[in-house]
């Protein structure tokens, strides 16, 4: 998350600039730059040696863009809570867990609802259950979950993003 809002807030710098601000090892900044990278977030620019990375959406990630504007709001604020926005983008941060949301937004489900839309065994959506409140995306509602209506801003622009199955 550094490394993004640090792109975000001065762009243009190369890895080597960015990672020793940082006080992380060089190879590590441009492993995790490549990653943001390969999601759409950055684009990756060469002079020379030099390598830096921009906050320009790729146009062939339908999603990049609008993320890409999530993040920038969310990082971007005076102090972000870097940790709470890690755990907020943790609880979407697996395939299950996005399709246990995606299973939510018919209304709240008990646990083997949710195993049974997501094809899983209950422990493990016990599991991925676990991330996502304490990530804040859902909410214990009588026997089940359901998504939190309350949710942070930044956790219902992300959830805006999933796409609904077809």
Known sequence: ME??????????????????????????????????????LL???????????????????????????????????????????????????HERRIALATALRTGPLNRIALATHVHSCPETIDWHVKTMLDGGLVVREGQGYALNPNCPPFLAALLRLIQPPE
Do not use: W, Y
């Open 43 to 93: 684009r990756r620019t060469c002079q020379g040696r030099s390598v830096t990375f921009m906050p320009i959406p790729d146009p062939q990630v339908p999603t990049a863009a609008p993320l890409l504007e999530v993040l920038k709001a969310a990082l971007l604020r005076s102090r972000p809570d870097l940790a709470a926005l890690a755990g907020m983008a943790h609880a979407l941060g």
């Open 3 to 40: 490394l993004l809002r640090l792109t975000l807030l001065e762009p243009g710098q190369n890895v080597s600039q960015m990672a020793k601000r940082l006080g992380i090892g060089i190879s590590d900044a441009s492993q995790e730059l490549r990653r943001l990278q390969s999601r759409g």
